[in-house]
């Protein structure tokens, strides 16, 4: 039976890169100094900000807010949580319930903002219509561009100095092989571990969880009690991200440090690209932040929404 590496007690996670085990105490303590470490090492927050903290009731998530809750005072900010409901049917209503729960259990406010509400449809109702459209854009691409969108606007409504999203190394590496395949090297450039506000509407981002490798931020999630529904994404299917994920996956079998390598490689060619500056416009349609006259947002509820009603009108 493994060792714990610093008190021999029963070991509770492997840490491949430190060459041996951890206790379940040891393991908690590590991983939450490396959080406040990060967040420490970029600047992320300051005292007296106040953060708005991206829920979507996935173990990362909750773990994020769990760890910001538990260690506020000590950060001395203020707290709140923002959830978006894109409108999944047996998918996002049970994550929410996740939301809820542990968000009252450790005191912070949740902020839910619907795609109905905001947009005038669900992602659902969304991706039936583009179904029809011969599917222009994937579902994952709508998602996450109006969920964007309204993780900023309600961090801004609510006040908050910075938007924290919960980003793990994973989730990181596979990013930066999107943008590689993609050749996308203006995304492969900004997407750091934080964010400076380049438009007044755009709330600054960082990612506390920035060099957590996945499974340790799903031990830790264990080890603290911290359950999230065993739901998965309908649309998941159409992901190339999950194609993606699912490659590394398989090559870190044979070779547990190339995740860490990637991150590695990502970091050097972001700096060699200029650190992710990017001048931002003001959207000609609603006002917020955008790259062009209108924001990416704008544009797909531009498309969407003809065919919504083409859709319901049959």
């Known amino acids: 039976m493994p060792k714990c590496m610093l008190c021999s007690s029963k070991a509770a996670v492997k840490i491949p890169y430190l060459g041996g085990h951890l206790c379940s105490t040891h393991f ?43 260690y506020r ?31 009252g259990e ?28 011969g599917l222009r854009y994937k579902p994952c691409t709508v998602c996450g561009v109006l969920r964007r969108y309204l993780l900023n606007r309600a961090a801004l409504e609510l006040g908050a100095d910075k938007l924290a999203t919960a980003h793990n190394m994973d989730d990181e590496a596979q990013a930066f092989l999107m943008n590689m395949v993609q050749a996308s090297f203006r995304a492969l450039s900004r997407e750091g ?43 998941i299917a159409y992901s190339t991200r ?38 931002f416009k003001t959207c000609k349609v609603c006002g917020m932040p955008s790259s062009g006259d209108v924001c990416k947002a704008c544009s797909l509820v531009a498309y969407v929404r003809p065919l919504l009603t083409t859709l319901f009108n049959e």
Not at 46 to 55: F, L, Y
Not at 266 to 272: P, Q, V
């Open 193 to 235: 571990p934080v964010s400076g506000r380049v438009h007044e509407k755009l709330v600054p981002r960082i990612k506390p969880l920035y060099f957590a490798p996945e499974r340790e931020v799903a031990a830790y999630a264990l080890i603290q009690g911290i359950e999230s529904p065993p739901v998965e994404c309908p649309y």
């Open 28 to 70: 908690s303590q590590y991983f939450e100094r490396r959080f406040l470490q990060t967040l420490e090492r970029f600047g992320m927050v300051r005292e007296g900000e106040k953060v708005a903290v991206a829920v979507s009731g996935g173990k990362d998530s909750l773990t994020l807010l769990y760890l910001f809750s538990k």
């Open 106 to 133: 450790w005191g912070v406010e949740l902020v839910i903002k619907s795609f109905k509400e905001a947009f005038g449809f669900t992602l659902d109702e969304a991706v039936e219509a583009l179904m029809r459209g």
């Open 73 to 103: 005072r000590v950060l001395g900010v203020e707290l709140v949580a923002v959830a978006i409901d894109e409108g999944i049917g047996g998918y996002r209503e049970r994550k929410l319930m996740a939301a809820r729960r542990y968000a």
């Open 242 to 279: 999950h194609i993606i994920r699912r490659w590394l996956n398989r090559v870190e079998l044979g070779d547990r440090s190339v995740k860490y390598r990637v991150l590695a490689l990502k970091e050097l060619l972001r700096g060699a690209l200029g650190g992710g500056v990017e001048e």
